[in-house]
């Protein structure tokens, strides 16, 4: 009895390890495991090849410029860097001019009754007829000012508030001139013109005889490979009156614009060259009639809109000269500095209305 007891002993132990090791199924249908996709890696974003800009070197910077170049053009040069300014007349009597297409830089402005004259400035190349030379008026003082070279002409207003040489004094302007209501050197008479067109100033003879001083040299601002954007402008139109046309075409094998007064292409009578510049600058200020004289002033220190017409591209902005012993700056309407071209530049000043077209 003992010997069955024991056998059933072990079977119900058996029986009973073997419910242990069942696993519980649970009941109704079994869900089908859904697969987890593996995390996708981000697609890479495109890199933008950087665009390569164009060199720009700068070469001259109003204050600053640079040895062995031109302060007038920011062209290499020989000689000693002297410059000279030249008054000169602007009236059909005075066309064809002497000496201008060796000048570097070029202003034209009103001084009496719409009546406009030039001041030329010459380094470098010292043409041996320039001219016909005239007087200078109170606005040529502020330019003078600014630039402080040597400076060639032939007396200048008087009155009143328009006495050259008292605003000489007031503008501190310490830079030698040669005037030809007092000085004789490197002055003549021409025989082909009659009096007051026919006087010219001989630029190497006032080199050797009246250079006795050392300017201190200013500059435009001056850079290669800018470029300028803007709108395409290859003909300019202005105007003073109606006998002082003026037109520039632009000449794209040459990358110059091409200057013309009244229809007429506008040459150097002794050279036999069409006037061609870089840059045009048409630079807009206040004009005011002088009360009882014919005379013309207008404002050259302060702002006021511009113009720029450089490669053929017009673009707007404004210019700046801060007080009477200062450059002028010129910027884009975003307030940027505008580097111009190296090479020859023609400054129109202009009545705050005047129209400029181009096409």
């Not at 016909?132 to 008026?137: G, H, Q, T």
């Not at 002033?297 to 302060?302: I, K, R, S």
Request: aromatic share 10%; net charge negative.
């Amino acid at each position: 009895m003992k010997k069955i007891a024991i056998i059933v002993s072990v079977l119900l132990l058996s029986v009973g390890l073997s419910a242990c090791g069942k696993e519980e199924v649970p009941e109704g249908p079994m869900e089908t495991p859904v697969e987890t996709p593996a995390e996708e890696e981000p697609e890479e974003e495109p890199v933008e090849e950087p665009v390569e800009e164009p060199e720009v070197r700068e070469k001259h910077h109003y204050d600053s410029p640079q040895p062995g170049l031109s302060p007038l053009t920011g062209l290499p040069y020989e000689g000693d860097g002297k410059v000279i300014m030249v008054q000169i007349e602007n009236t059909e009597a005075a066309r064809p001019h002497s000496g201008l297409a060796e000048a570097g830089l070029i202003y034209e402005m009103e001084v009496e009754s719409t009546i406009t004259r030039l001041t030329a400035f010459f380094h470098g190349s010292y043409p041996e007829k320039v001219g016909p030379v005239r007087s200078a008026r109170k606005q040529h003082m502020f330019l003078w000012s600014e630039w402080n070279y040597l400076y060639v002409f032939y007396g200048g207003s008087t009155p009143e508030g328009q006495n050259i040489y008292n605003w000489m004094r007031d503008l501190d302007i310490t830079a030698r001139r040669v005037d030809g209501m007092r000085d004789t050197i490197g002055f003549s008479r021409s025989a082909d013109r009659k009096a007051p067109h026919n006087a010219y100033t001989n630029l190497d003879t006032i080199m050797e005889e009246a250079y006795d001083f050392e300017p201190y040299d200013r500059t435009l601002y001056y850079a290669d490979g800018a470029g300028v954007d803007g709108e395409r402008a290859v003909k300019v139109s202005l105007s003073y009156r109606s006998d002082n046309k003026v037109t520039y075409e632009y000449d794209e094998e040459r990358a110059e614009y091409l200057r013309f007064i009244n229809g007429k292409p506008m040459m150097d009578k002794e050279s036999d060259e069409q006037i061609a510049v870089k840059n045009i600058i048409v630079q807009h200020t206040n004009h005011y009639h002088v009360t009882g004289t014919v005379y013309t002033n207008m404002d050259l220190v302060g702002t006021g809109d511009a113009e720029y017409f450089i490669d053929g591209v017009m673009k707007k902005g404004t210019w700046e000269r801060r007080d009477e012993g200062v450059m002028t700056r010129y910027f884009d309407e975003e307030g940027n500095e505008i580097p111009f071209e190296p090479g020859k530049t023609f400054i129109q000043i202009m009545r705050n209305d005047s129209e400029v077209h181009f096409e």
